[in-house]
């Protein structure tokens, strides 16, 4: 997975025996920053000019970027081509939720192109997601004719084995040991890959929102199926062994709670509740942005004291957090970031004493900034992975 900006996009070489990886450091380069200069490139790469201008032409030749004039009113001189992913290349994104299906058509530079979601009246089957994903998929086929599909990326929310996609576990759905990513694939003839959906939240806001330019930091995020989190340390992610790791929503915070399906009791996962705030305003189904305004629409003294009592719970979690990882954000997605939007001085004021003084002085808390498209942004990285790795295959 790749986050981040220059940091991790390694430095070009113009001998002719690493052309590939040339072509694969300009394509993350042009991916990630949504569209820089040559004269960039050349200082961001240390490759020469004419190697750039060479690179380049390759990738526009193969229709995976396009140089564009730059704005010139505020420059001296003749500014430098800027380089911009191609508007034809595009991926597919998929996640599967308790009360939705969500399919979208994301363009290179995390340009959500549509997106289309379904609603489900009960928690669906593995079979089911994958046949509502692929009707969905049908729907774009107007779009998808005037694209070019170079994978499918599938936001898992549970335990996903990151070497062939199958999901281990994704409890508040009951799937288990699910080859999605394989049931995907032979679905649509596309090549499939699929991750925990929080991890995925994670490397858009960092690659693309709120947590860019940061190298350590820890993304939170709710949904309907519960909370997931996801790391990065050091300006890389951490996945663990075998993919598992960010469950931050398992962190005991309430030792009279209720039991977690995990087995224990009090988690974050049990206290800290969508749906419940989904009954306060009177919903029984919305994505978070029409939460987020209900939410705000109607702070009533009932909703002020369960947003209260939500945040009290995720501040021991994050305090937690805070206390093992020394994170300089935390990125709070989907109804956390709602919680936060009705409150943030209530969740700011505790987290301003309750971890250890040296860990908290420098942590900030922020709201993901990608919104409802954060998770098709997110599973589209993967879409892109292996065009980003290797540009000259396609």
Same mark, same amino acid.
């Given at each position: 997975?790749?986050?981040?900006?220059?940091?991790?996009?390694?430095?070009?070489?113009?001998?002719?025996?690493?052309?590939?990886?040339?072509?694969?450091?300009?394509?993350?380069?042009?991916?990630?920053?949504?569209?820089?200069?040559?004269?960039?490139?050349?200082?961001?790469?240390?490759?020469?000019?004419?190697?750039?201008?060479?690179?380049? /032409?390759?990738?526009?030749?193969?229709?995976?970027?396009?140089?564009?004039?730059?704005?010139?009113?505020?420059?001296?001189?003749?500014?430098?081509?800027?380089?911009?992913?191609?508007?034809?290349?595009?991926?597919?994104?998929?996640?599967?939720?308790?009360?939705?299906?969500?399919?979208?058509?994301?363009?290179?530079?995390?340009?959500?192109?549509?997106?289309?979601?379904?609603?489900?009246?009960?928690?669906?089957?593995?079979?089911?997601?994958?046949?509502?994903?692929?009707?969905?998929?049908?729907?774009?086929?107007?779009?998808?004719?005037?694209?070019?599909?170079?994978?499918?990326?599938?936001?898992?929310?549970?335990?996903?084995?990151?070497?062939?996609?199958?999901?281990?576990?994704?409890? =508040?759905?009951?799937?288990?040991?699910?080859?999605?990513?394989?049931?995907?694939?032979?679905?649509?003839?596309?090549?499939?890959?699929?991750?925990?959906?929080?991890?995925?939240?994670?490397?858009?806001?960092?690659?693309?929102?709120?947590?860019?330019?940061?190298?350590?930091?820890?993304?939170?995020? #709710?949904?309907?199926?519960?909370?997931?989190?996801?790391?990065? /340390? #050091?300006?890389?992610?951490? #996945?663990?062994?075998?993919?598992?790791?960010?469950?931050?929503?398992?962190?005991?915070?309430?030792?009279?709670?209720?039991?977690?399906?995990?087995? /224990?009791?009090?988690?974050?996962?049990?206290?800290?509740?969508?749906?419940?705030?989904?009954?306060?305003?009177?919903?029984?189904?919305?994505?978070?942005?029409?939460?987020?305004?209900?939410?705000?629409?109607?702070?009533?003294?009932?909703?002020?004291?369960?947003? =209260?009592?939500?945040?009290?719970?995720?501040?021991?979690?994050?305090?937690?957090?805070?206390?093992?990882?020394?994170?300089?954000?935390?990125?709070?997605? #989907?109804?956390?970031?709602?919680?936060?939007?009705?409150?943030?001085?209530?969740?700011?004021?505790?987290?301003?004493?309750?971890?250890?003084?040296?860990?908290?002085?420098?942590?900030?808390?922020?709201?993901?900034?990608?919104?409802?498209?954060?998770?098709?942004?997110?599973?589209?990285?993967?879409?892109?992975?292996?065009?980003?790795?290797?540009?000259?295959?396609?």
């Amino acid at each position: 997975m790749t986050t981040g900006d220059a940091p991790n996009a390694g430095r070009g070489n113009s001998s002719d025996h690493v052309r590939r990886h040339n072509l694969s450091v300009i394509l993350g380069l042009v991916h990630r920053t949504r569209g820089v200069s040559r004269s960039q490139l050349t200082r961001q790469t240390g490759l020469n000019r004419s190697t750039i201008a060479t690179l380049v /032409a390759e990738l526009v030749e193969r229709e995976l970027v396009l140089e564009i004039e730059p704005d010139a009113s505020n420059q001296v001189g003749r500014p430098s081509p800027v380089v911009v992913p191609s508007r034809l290349v595009a991926g597919i994104a998929i996640n599967p939720e308790l009360d939705a299906i969500v399919v979208g058509l994301v363009g290179l530079g995390g340009n959500v192109i549509r997106r289309i979601r379904t609603a489900t009246d009960h928690s669906p089957s593995v079979q089911e997601a994958v046949v509502i994903a692929a009707a969905a998929i049908e729907q774009l086929r107007p779009d998808l004719a005037e694209h070019r599909l170079v994978g499918v990326g599938i936001a898992v929310p549970g335990l996903v084995r990151a070497e062939d996609g199958v999901i281990r576990l994704a409890p =508040h759905l009951g799937w288990v040991d699910e080859p999605i990513a394989a049931m995907v694939e032979t679905a649509t003839s596309v090549p499939t890959r699929a991750a925990n959906d929080a991890q995925l939240g994670t490397m858009a806001e960092s690659i693309f929102g709120a947590g860019r330019g940061v190298t350590d930091l820890i993304y939170v995020n #709710g949904g309907a199926s519960g909370i997931g989190g996801g790391i990065i /340390a #050091g300006g890389e992610p951490i #996945g663990g062994g075998a993919g598992y790791a960010g469950e931050l929503g398992h962190t005991l915070v309430n030792s009279d709670g209720l039991p977690c399906h995990c087995g /224990a009791t009090g988690c974050l996962d049990t206290e800290v509740r969508r749906e419940r705030l989904l009954a306060l305003v009177g919903l029984s189904d919305a994505d978070d942005d029409a939460l987020e305004a209900a939410l705000l629409a109607a702070p009533s003294p009932v909703v002020i004291a369960e947003v =209260h009592r939500q945040l009290d719970y995720l501040a021991v979690a994050l305090r937690t957090a805070i206390n093992i990882l020394n994170p300089e954000l935390i990125v709070l997605g #989907g109804f956390l970031a709602s919680l936060y939007a009705v409150a943030p001085d209530y969740l700011d004021r505790l987290l301003a004493t309750q971890p250890l003084a040296a860990s908290r002085e420098s942590v900030r808390v922020v709201r993901a900034q990608l919104g409802s498209n954060l998770l098709m942004i997110g599973a589209a990285e993967l879409a892109f992975e292996g065009l980003l790795a290797d540009p000259a295959s396609w």
